[in-house]
């Protein structure tokens, strides 16, 4: 895609935030050096992994990343500990990047990391399966980075069960430690994701709300059907708790076309719901299939191009990318 002068002015003057990325898992997986510039994924579809690291999302103007935490469901061992070990790996490699990256809480603090020039990180966790049914140890991960948590992953849990996976039902409400979980969340200033989340589960979330509630990674069945994509009663509860919809770049679940069918769900959202509630949730490093124009971080202007190509204008660009974000974790961790 040609991109025009216009698309990139307003792209790199952007405070773009990433709701969900799974780079942990790349550097788990491959030891990968986060500040070190890597070979983009060269397979088609880039399976898997190599969409991202800290020059490439710097060079994409990526200024806030939430860093997916992902345990295993299948290893008890694994649980809280792996959590930690996650958190604990995320800010060894703040410390070790100082003037690259920052661990950041609030808002403010993720304004203020992109007004320094760094990139500013916090973590979500991405499926409650990882907590063992427990809530005790929520306040030290929320101390040490953890903003939101995904209630499923891609298999049933203590809490509810996934829209697609292992125990999958549209039709089940949250477990009674469910519901525990989402209070305790809002009460620690922790954000509730119903990514993953079946229908009924993520309406009661809705309809139980006192904060703000996102979806960090999904599709809009409205543009492309597939089972990790939300409907439009999904996409007004979440508005109706002043929450967001964070768009995923994953081909199979927005279906092809790449960056152009990217930017028509964000811009169902808006004329669904309002611009208000569209977010980016790319799921790069997530062990899927991408689209070559939205492979790799340096290449996200693309998706700007196709915004502006859609009539959208400089503010709603803006609001989408990161300012939507930032108003919802100001309201639901403070600050």
């Not at 025009?4 to 790199?12: G, I, N």
């Not at 993520?202 to 597939?226: D, F, K, M, W, Y």
Request: a negative charge; charged letters at 20%; one cysteine or more.
């Amino acid at each position: 895609m040609k991109l025009s002068e216009e698309a990139l002015a307003v792209h790199h003057s952007a405070l773009i935030v990433d709701l969900h990325c799974d780079l942990l898992l790349t550097r788990y997986f491959l030891g990968w050096d986060l500040a070190k510039r890597h070979r983009p994924n060269p397979l088609p579809g880039a399976p898997l992994m190599g969409h991202c690291d800290l020059p490439r999302l710097r060079e994409g103007n990526v200024g806030a990343i939430a860093f997916g935490v992902v345990t295993n469901p299948l290893r008890r061992t694994t649980g809280p500990a792996a959590i930690h070990q996650d958190l604990d790996q995320l800010a060894a490699d703040v410390l070790a990047n100082p003037g690259e990256m920052a661990l950041c809480g609030s808002a403010g603090a993720i304004r203020e990391a992109r007004a320094a020039g760094r990139i500013a990180c916090f973590a979500g966790l991405e499926g409650a399966h990882g907590l063992h049914g427990r809530l005790d140890e929520l306040p030290t991960m929320r101390e040490k980075g953890l903003r939101y948590v995904g209630l499923v992953h891609f298999t049933a849990n203590e809490a509810a069960r996934p829209m697609v996976g292992w125990g999958a039902s549209n039709q089940a409400g949250l477990t009674g430690f469910g519901v525990e979980l989402v209070e305790e969340l809002w009460r620690l200033g922790i954000l509730v994701d119903a990514a993953h989340l079946g229908k009924a589960a993520v309406l009661e979330v809705c309809r139980r709300a006192r904060r703000p509630v996102i979806v960090s990674h999904t599709g809009c069945t409205g543009v492309h059907q597939s089972p990790r994509g939300v409907d439009d009663d999904v996409l007004r509860a979440v508005a109706d708790t002043d929450g967001v919809v964070g768009i995923i770049f994953v081909t199979p679940f927005i279906g092809g076309g790449g960056a152009v069918t990217a930017a028509r769900h964000l811009d169902h959202i808006r004329r669904t719901v309002g611009v208000r509630h569209c977010a980016l949730g790319t799921d790069w490093e997530g062990f899927a299939l991408y689209p070559s124009d939205l492979d790799s971080a340096e290449k996200l202007p693309n998706l700007t191009e196709a915004l502006l190509r859609l009539g959208w204008s400089a503010e709603e660009v803006h609001a989408a990318y990161g300012g939507n974000v930032l108003r919802v974790i100001e309201v639901g961790c403070g600050g």
